[in-house]
């Protein structure tokens, strides 16, 4: 008889263990997928530029659908929530739409119930109206809100990433547009001087934004309708509020039946994605805590990258295969409007909060040679171990073409390379390209004399 | 009394040296450089792209004129070409435009002379309307030929970075062109396969392609002046020819003086940029040879960047510093239209012809999310050693946006990772800038299951 795999949560990381277990085991292997919404295997991260118009809908946000999942042998069972683990007996409790209770028993689990956009804990904050954007469904909700309000003024509750994109999704809807944030400036995983040129470009492109200011609560109407954002002490109407005050993983499950939990909430696993002490249950995705490899310490990032490289991780060990998941390094990109945004590792900030013995060293240049037509201006700062050189992370902030630039600094944190690295690497140049000295190794060779 | 350095050749390479070592030696130190052309620190990798008419003329491609180096306290000295050195008695004779004669005693030599434009072997070859682009004067030269011949056809020789380039501004300057070359398929520097997508590209542009054909002569007019390429026994018209079938480094000077030149015929240095066996004689740029980290053998490779690099490290060297350069791995990129090539380190049968024991894997992917607005294919071709997985090289060939991401490969390439820890890295993820699997990624796990 076929060992049974229970995936619970069929996004990133559930469906794509799903589908590499299955490919590698065959018949050897059943694999149930209970997924609670209609949607498996979708990028969360393009909810915001559906929203924005430059994606046509929800179908094209999917990667594969619970039909092609089931041609493929996976036993997908969308709307079904799991409610209960018992790992004594290796059972998952399920609740249907309609409300039929039912169970499957496992032989390994896989939890990969992704996360939940944190609501502020005030008045009003889950008055209709008030809106994340996690799920395909939130996206779906979203949409239909702004379709049968008529809204015009909408409020984004916090400046990250998600933020960020949905003030600009937004705004390029036509809609009257305020961010709302606690900190000093936009995007705190930036240094705020550099955070600062998102503000400024968010408000070039007529988004009201309104930093230091806390969210005191949500005033409603009569129908117990999001009518207003009070924040520092302000009123900012609003016919609908998006959340992007960030995530928090989605383990409520896995903590009700006894699966230990790090500190970020997140379930702890191994770097093979085995929960800790568990031979038989696995985890991936939003929902786990990963290994932060500057920091140095175990953290929750909800990535869309990380949970299919931790699913495929997860297949492969489930069916007998001996990989690992080898954590972060902190890396992400976004964009507002024509202004991009990368960053890995430690900013200049975390770097000093952490105590690390560090220097950094900004630059200006350019994204193509500086004569050559569309060259836009570009910033890098890096921060390093002033001993050593040791690279410790880099912010890039510039126009089109600047931010994927990053990805050369996530690897040369990866391989924990100096700045005397950086300046010594071989990378591309042409004039369309790049100016003859690479943005990052002109910021290298400007912390060359800071390091010893 | 202040030593003095002596610099042979103003431009990349021997400007970034005079500029370091003079702004750490100051007045310890004179500076004087011989410029047999009129510029210095000029973009000579700009020159396709003035003809193309992206940039206004060669003033946009100095970087620092004379005038601005002989306020810095650099005697520069344009016009002036050195004709022999006398090791011994540490001279080097000059002549000037005029023709006078002159000399110049040093403490220091900088050898930076450039390299020059292959011209074949054939009868014809030096006939007026046959141009090399080299230098701003070559460029200048090219134009005025351009404007006075009302040349209509042009015949580019050669299908690498520059013939490529050339053919591309020349087909957009509106003139009828046709590019020859001896290989299969243009840019040798790929495999033939991808270097076909460029063939198909330009001939896309209206470029006529001739491939397979080896340039036999040149026809000229009564007046000498070039009229045809006769190439693989076709008779080519042609106003005007370009020639972009390679440089070979400047070295007759070297070569007289007795300084050793490597089998490319470029002067071999010491990681320090110090000729071996002379403490007082250095060399960079175009001129020399470079160590290539994964063919583990000396090359020629010119190119501004390492150009750059070279002289600073030279500059740092002559006022006693300790700097190295590390060599290279044979990054390089260009564009036909919107057709962006990358590569680095070991295309897969420059690997198999080294007898490397190798392994190849080519995907298909996109430069962002599938589904963004402005997503374009792009192909990802790794190949890596088979034993271990250690990365040899990497090809990319896509549209906006794909080429640059050749700089993950090359500093994985530089930190010795393999396909494994390439599968691993925290690379940048959003959807306007890359598939949730980075496309290099996809192509590394395509590689992971063929090394051991």
Known sequence: MAERLVV???????????????????????????ERTGWTSYSACGIPYWVAGDVSGPDA??????????????????GVTATAIDLGTGNVTTRAEDGTGDSVGYDQLLLATGAKPTRPDVPGADAPGVHGVQTLDDGCRLLDWLGASDARRVVVVGGGYIGLEMAEACVRRGLDTTLVDLAEEPMRTLDADLGRRLRVAMEGMGITV????????????????????????????????????????RTALADSAGIALGDSH?????????????DE?????????????VAAAYTHVALGTHANKQGRVAGLNITGGDAVFAGVVGTAVTKVCELEIGR???????AESAGRDS???????TTRAGYFPGAEPMTVRLTAERRGGRLLGAQIVGGPGAAKRIDVCATALWAELTVS???????????PFSPVWDPVQSAARALLSDVH
């Open 281 to 293: 249950v696995w985890a991936g995705g939003d929902c786990v805590e990963v290994w932060d490899r």
């Open 421 to 431: 690295d950086l300046v010594d690497l071989d990378l591309a140049y042409a004039p």
């Open 359 to 365: 220097v950094s060293a900004t630059i200006d240049s």
């Open 8 to 34: 619970v949560g069929g996004d990133a990381a559930g469906m794509s263990a799903a589908s590499t277990a299955k490919r590698r085991a065959g018949d050897a292997l059943d694999v149930v997928v209970l």
């Open 344 to 350: 890995t590792g430690l900013t200049r900030s975390a």
């Open 210 to 249: 309104v930093m230091g200011a806390a969210v005191e609560g949500f005033d409603t109407d009569d129908g117990g309708r999001v009518r207003a954002v009070i924040a520092g002490g302000s009123t900012y109407a609003a016919d609908l509020v998006v959340l992007g005050i960030g995530v928090r993983p």
């Open 61 to 78: 946000l999917v990667v594969r659908t619970p039909p092609e999942h089931r041609k493929r042998g996976i036993d997908v069972r969308t």
């Open 266 to 278: 997140g379930v702890r696993v191994e770097p093979s994605m085995r929960v800790s002490g568990r």
